[in-house]
């Protein structure tokens, strides 16, 4: 078990499936089973996950003043995070709107309210760092702060970048900088993604880098073990929707780099993690415990194991 501190982006998030985009204008769209609302964003996402594969987790964020904490912890799930560390700062919680399609084409519409003036009270953090194995961070201001505290306290920072848009990537600087580990999605990058995680790796010194690919899969860069690879993405459940899969795959990565230090490892770890996480509708839910990704190991790499019980390869949660 590692020991995470977790801050960034919770947000409450509405998910539409469409059947195609871009969208044709219709007045009413009447379908069933096709809306679905729930907490999400990096950090609550990344936390949860990192909870389900027994990680000691400090989950940090903020929310709208009058936020009802008690979404983020239903009665129906199996686990949980706590929100004593959720602090109520901004008028209204952050929001976000994906339609997606039979393509697995997603169209994506976020607002982050006034989350950009909102400043943390770190009054608290320090002793949290201290006592954590590594910092993980979305790129949002009020994360900037913790940087200061994990290099005081020597401790390694990941941070999610997730789209970077070259125009804006010096408001990304200080996340860049001092980032031993970076995760990206490619939806934004137009450039060959190999002379991407080179340049990036060159200019900012970084140890691993992570470029998800979506159905293609990833690219691993590893400065120590000077690797620089691709993987194929894996298959396991019917992909129910992809919204949140690289929260899935960071957090687990994380989860076994802290275990092993083997980032090959820990990538086809996470990328299984993943596959199984796109099954489930709604970006926090669909993870795996570290015992029932081993079964799916099982089913995926080895041979099937007698008087398996499928069903107890289902989360709950």
């Not at 607002?111 to 590594?134: F, G, H, N, Q």
Request: net charge negative.
């Amino acid at each position: 078990m590692s020991k995470f501190v977790v801050a960034g982006i919770t947000q409450i998030e509405t998910i539409v499936k469409v059947d195609k985009i871009p969208i044709s204008f219709t007045p009413v769209s009447s379908e069933p089973n096709t809306i679905f609302t729930a907490p999400g964003g990096d950090a609550f996402n990344e936390s949860l996950a990192l909870t389900w594969l027994g990680d000691e987790v400090q989950f940090l964020s903020i929310v709208g003043r009058n936020q009802d904490l008690s979404i983020f912890y239903p009665p129906d799930r199996e686990v949980t995070l706590s929100t004593s560390h959720i602090q109520k700062l901004t008028e209204h919680t952050p929001t976000e709107v994906i339609l997606y399609d039979r393509d697995r084409r997603q169209q994506i519409f976020e607002d982050i309210k006034d989350l950009r003036d909102a400043e943390y009270d770190m009054s608290m953090v320090p002793p949290m760092v201290a006592a954590s194995d590594m910092v993980v961070l979305s790129n949002a201001n009020f994360c900037r702060p913790f940087i200061k505290v994990a290099q005081e306290f020597s401790k390694p920072i990941a941070v999610n970048i997730h789209t970077l848009n070259r125009e804006k990537e010096k408001y990304n600087t200080d996340f860049l900088n001092s980032a031993s580990i970076l995760y990206f999605s490619d939806d934004t990058i137009a450039e060959d993604p190999f002379d991407f995680i080179q340049d990036v790796a060159e200019r900012y010194g970084t140890e691993i880098i992570i470029l998800g690919q979506g159905a293609k899969g990833v690219i691993l860069y590893d400065r120590s073990r000077n690797i620089n690879l691709h993987y194929d993405s894996v298959k396991t459940t019917e992909v129910v929707n992809t919204a949140g899969a690289g929260n899935a795959l960071i957090a687990c990565f994380l989860h076994f780099y802290q275990e092993t230090h083997d980032s090959s490892l820990a990538i086809k770890e996470a990328l299984l993690f993943a596959s199984y996480k796109i099954g489930y509708m709604g970006t926090s839910n669909g993870f795996m415990t570290v015992a029932q990704m081993e079964q799916w190991k099982n089913l995926v790499w080895g041979a099937r194991p007698s008087a398996m019980d499928i069903s107890s390869l289902i989360p709950e949660g």
